[in-house]
Nanobody
Framework: QVQLVESGGGLVQAGGSLRLSCAAS????????MGWFRQAPGKGREFVAG????????YYADSVKGRFTISRDNAKNTVYLQMNSLKPEDTAVYYC?????????????????WGQGTQVTVSS
């Protein structure tokens, strides 16, 4: 069982930056690949970025490539999402998720555990 808690969301102006954190419970965090997803009002859950269990592989949605960076610290049981050059269309609730699959997974159905989400609002 893995419990995930996101933090770091908030209100920021367009062009600004935020760093999201996702703290995981349990001793097996390093066995899980992790992903960040987002969901805007009236839309489905969208893949943002993913990182393999070792941190050796990362993958990004085209919409955030070059602006967002996913990383993890297995010693701290935490995964991060650094978001730069934020745009109003990045506004959404951001979720982290964990999967036992060893590679990056973009399909939300492939994830076993989810956090409760953190709101990111980008004003124009």
């Amino acid at each position: 069982q893995v419990q995930l808690v996101e933090s770091g969301g908030g209100l920021v102006q367009a062009g600004g930056s935020l760093r999201l954190s996702c703290a995981a419970s349990g001793r097996t965090f390093s066995s899980y690949s992790m992903g960040w997803f987002r969901q805007a009002p009236g839309k489905g859950r969208e893949f943002v970025a993913g990182i393999s269990w070792s941190g050796g592989s990362t993958y990004y949605a085209d919409s955030v490539k070059g602006r967002f960076t996913i990383s993890r610290d297995n010693a701290k049981n935490t995964v991060y999402l650094q978001m730069n050059s934020l745009k109003p269309e990045d506004t959404a609730v951001y979720y982290c998720a964990a999967t036992i699959v060893s590679t990056v997974v973009a399909d939300p159905r492939g994830y076993d555990y989810w956090g409760q989400g953190t709101q990111v609002t980008v004003s124009s």
